[in-house]
């Protein structure tokens, strides 16, 4: 199997957001996501695109750094026992930061690939629905993405976050039998 950068992290990126509406392990979750991330974000910077990941930058405080914010704690702690090979030593992991490293992974995905696989849009807009808050009011193109995840998401925000997480199941599976949507040119395929 030849595999490409840009195909291991939408594989990882749909097998994180499958796992995520599937009520998946949250471990395994945050590291595809993150995992596909780092790849997103370097081919994004590479291609000058405006993404996400860059505005984040412009608003961290001076001398941090985003990727320190997406290692630490957790994703270097998954991956790494060098530094600290207790076997019970811990680290939190908050299900907001699950959700918050999912989204920079899918908006820095599309705004790279001008698009995205089925699973990418869902969650792109099902995290606009459930978080509307975190949508600038002065952007009319973010205002435009919420005003479209409020009609796929009616009522979203007064469910619990596993009714949230259950009517995004919902969505996904039938935004995947939808053949418009399939066929339309910004859909990449899934796995």
Same mark, same amino acid.
């Given at each position: 199997?030849?595999?490409?950068?840009?195909?291991?992290?939408?594989?990882?990126?749909?097998?994180?957001?499958?796992?995520?509406?599937?009520?998946?392990?949250?471990?395994?979750?945050?590291?595809?996501? $993150?995992?596909?991330?780092?790849?997103?974000?370097?081919?994004?910077?590479?291609?000058?695109?405006?993404?996400?990941?860059?505005?984040?930058?412009?608003?961290?405080?001076?001398?941090?750094?985003?990727?320190?914010?997406?290692?630490?704690?957790?994703?270097?702690?998954?991956?790494?026992?060098?530094?600290?090979?207790?076997?019970?030593?811990?680290?939190?992991?908050?299900?907001?930061?699950?959700?918050?490293?999912?989204?920079?992974?899918?908006?820095?995905? #599309?705004?790279?690939?001008?698009?995205?696989?089925?699973?990418?849009?869902?969650?792109?807009?099902?995290?606009?629905?459930?978080?509307?808050?975190?949508?600038?009011?002065?952007?009319?193109?973010?205002?435009?993405?919420?005003? #479209?995840?409020?009609?796929?998401?009616?009522?979203?925000?007064?469910?619990?976050?596993?009714?949230?997480?259950?009517?995004?199941?919902?969505?996904?599976?039938?935004?995947?039998?939808?053949?418009?949507? $399939?066929?339309?040119?910004?859909?990449?395929?899934?796995?």
């Amino acid at each position: 199997m030849i595999v490409t950068k840009i195909d291991a992290a939408r594989r990882q990126l749909i097998t994180a957001i499958r796992l995520f509406f599937d009520g998946g392990d949250p471990v395994s979750v945050y590291s595809l996501a $993150s995992n596909a991330w780092e790849v997103i974000d370097v081919l994004a910077t590479s291609a000058g695109i405006d993404s996400f990941s860059k505005q984040a930058r412009e608003n961290l405080p001076a001398g941090h750094k985003l990727k320190h914010y997406v290692n630490q704690p957790c994703r270097n702690f998954f991956k790494h026992a060098d530094q600290d090979p207790n076997p019970d030593s811990s680290v939190e992991l908050r299900e907001a930061n699950v959700s918050a490293i999912l989204f920079l992974a899918v908006e820095d995905y #599309i705004r790279l690939r001008q698009g995205g696989p089925v699973e990418a849009q869902v969650f792109q807009a099902w995290f606009i629905a459930v978080f509307p808050d975190k949508v600038s009011e002065d952007d009319p193109v973010a205002q435009s993405k919420l005003d #479209i995840a409020k009609l796929a998401f009616p009522g979203i925000a007064t469910l619990s976050g596993s009714g949230q997480i259950a009517m995004g199941r919902q969505v996904l599976e039938a935004a995947r039998q939808d053949a418009d949507l $399939s066929a339309d040119p910004k859909t990449e395929p899934s796995l």
